[in-house]
């Protein structure tokens, strides 16, 4: 059974930094985040997968950063020069293996509020 676990949200002033920490019960082949904001879907925001790397959504370039602990399992999202806009209700993601059958987990979902 996946199990997620995510820390790190809370507001903040715009230009400020937030990290969060999602951890996880294993080390898995896709690992991420998604954000939403209520009356939208739910949007990529970073992604790292085992032997490709990273991914990111435009609106984050270069102020958000993807980053894995392989030791501890966890995945980080550091967030720098949040704006307003990055205000959202943002999920953890994993996918265990690479197989066409396999699902996605989430997490509960941590609270980011930017305000300006």
């Known amino acids: 059974q996946v199990q997620l676990v995510e820390s790190g949200g809370g507001l903040v002033q715009a230009g400020g930094s937030l990290r969060l920490s999602c951890a996880a019960s294993g080390n898995f082949y896709r690992m991420g985040w998604y954000r939403q904001t209520p009356g939208q879907q739910r949007e990529l925001v970073a992604m790292?997968?085992?032997?490709?790397?990273?991914a990111y959504a435009d609106s984050v370039k270069g102020r958000f950063t993807i980053s894995r602990n392989v030791a501890r399992n966890t995945v980080y999202l550091q967030m720098n020069s949040l704006k307003p806009e990055d205000t959202a209700v943002y999920y953890c993601n994993v996918r265990p293996s690479s197989l066409t059958t396999e699902r996605d987990y989430w997490g509960q979902g941590t609270q980011v509020t930017v305000s300006s």
């Open positions: 790292s997968i085992s032997g490709s790397g990273t």
